[in-house]
T-cell receptor, first 114, second 112 residues
């Protein structure tokens, strides 16, 4: 059973470009969570999605960030018009159900904005 | 307001000794607590969890203790091994919410 997969593992973008981060949850998991880890900080929740639904996006910046988890295919975290402050490690996690369930993390995508 | 705090950014112990990592929380709605271990350039790996109906959960060398009245939990690793050197994150989840709130992590170094 493959774990949570994220790609790309490393992404370099220039200011103003778009970044697309992909996450394929573990087989059988229908809940996906995105977290961001800034340098020297812990993991900060961004968004929680179930298939075709955004359940909680309280941690998402109001502008430039969006997330989706379509019926078919991976979950996508999209950052438009990236700025240097977006440079971070972005982790995706999945769980079979919601609360009270252990979340299994992918290896992360390290975004560097030049 | 940080709802989950790990007040020690780092901890160094000798191989074979006990490592104790601490975590405090403020939100009374949290009722499920987890510890994750993270190596550089990898994602966090689930280590052990505890529900609020328990005060202790043990798995091999790892034991998590929960003191609800003090809103405090701790992770004990005994005996500590050099391979345990990593960043340890405490996380808490409330009922009826999917997201976990993480502490900032404690870097554990186990010296041979």
């Amino acid at each position: 059973n493959a774990g949570v997969m994220q790609n790309p593992r490393h992404l370099v973008r220039r200011r103003g470009q778009e970044a697309r981060l992909r996450c394929s949850p573990m087989k059988g998991h229908s809940h996906v969570y995105w977290y961001r880890q800034l340098p020297e900080e812990g993991l900060k929740f961004m968004v929680y999605l179930q298939k075709e639904n955004i359940i909680d996006e309280s941690g998402m910046p109001k502008e430039r960030f969006s997330a989706e988890f379509p019926k078919e295919g991976p979950s996508i975290l999209r950052i438009q018009q990236v700025v240097r402050g977006d440079s971070a490690a972005y982790f995706c996690a999945s769980s079979p159900r919601k609360q009270g369930e252990t979340q299994y993390f992918g290896p992360g995508t390290r975004l560097l904005v030049l | 307001d940080q709802q989950v705090k790990q007040n020690s950014p780092s901890l160094s112990v000798q191989e074979g000794r006990i490592s104790i990592l601490n975590c405090d929380y403020t939100n009374s709605m949290f009722d499920y607590f987890l510890w994750y271990k993270k190596y550089p350039a990898e994602g966090p790996t689930f280590l052990i969890s505890i529900s609020s109906i328990k005060d202790k959960n043990e798995d091999g060398r790892f034991t998590v203790f929960l003191n609800k009245s003090a809103k405090h939990l701790s992770l004990h690793i005994v005996p500590s091994q050099p391979g345990d050197s990593a960043v340890y994150f405490c996380a808490a989840t409330p009922t009826n919410a999917g997201k976990s709130t993480f502490g900032d992590g404690t870097t554990l170094t186990v010296k041979p």
